[in-house]
């Protein structure tokens, strides 16, 4: 993973394959896996935002390597 920009609460990194498949099954495992008490304030999101991300980053994986977002 490389962080390759960082600009007033923007930011942009760079995965591989591995990486983001690691990244979605952490999300998947917290929001699905086990149970989170008080899930949006130990992760500052609510666990519906982060089914949202999980499901973004999901379609770029899933996605054949030439319709990848860049």
């Given amino acids: 993973m490389k962080i390759t920009s960082?600009?007033?609460?923007?930011?942009?990194i760079s995965v591989n394959e591995?990486?983001?498949a690691t990244?979605?099954?952490c999300l998947n495992e917290v929001?699905?896996?086990i149970h989170v008490?008080?899930?949006a304030t130990r992760l500052?999101?609510?666990?519906?935002e982060v089914l949202s991300?999980?499901?973004a980053l999901l379609a770029a994986l899933d996605a054949p390597t030439g319709?990848?977002?860049s």
């Avoid at 500052?44 to 519906?48: H, I, N, S, T, V």
């Fill in 53 to 55: 991300m999980l499901d």
């Fill in 67 to 69: 319709d990848r977002a």
């Fill in 23 to 25: 990244l979605c099954n």
């Fill in 37 to 39: 008490f008080e899930f």
């Fill in 31 to 33: 929001c699905n896996g």
């Fill in 6 to 12: 960082v600009a007033s609460n923007q930011f942009a």
């Fill in 18 to 20: 591995a990486e983001l």
């Fill in 44 to 48: 500052g999101a609510a666990r519906e």
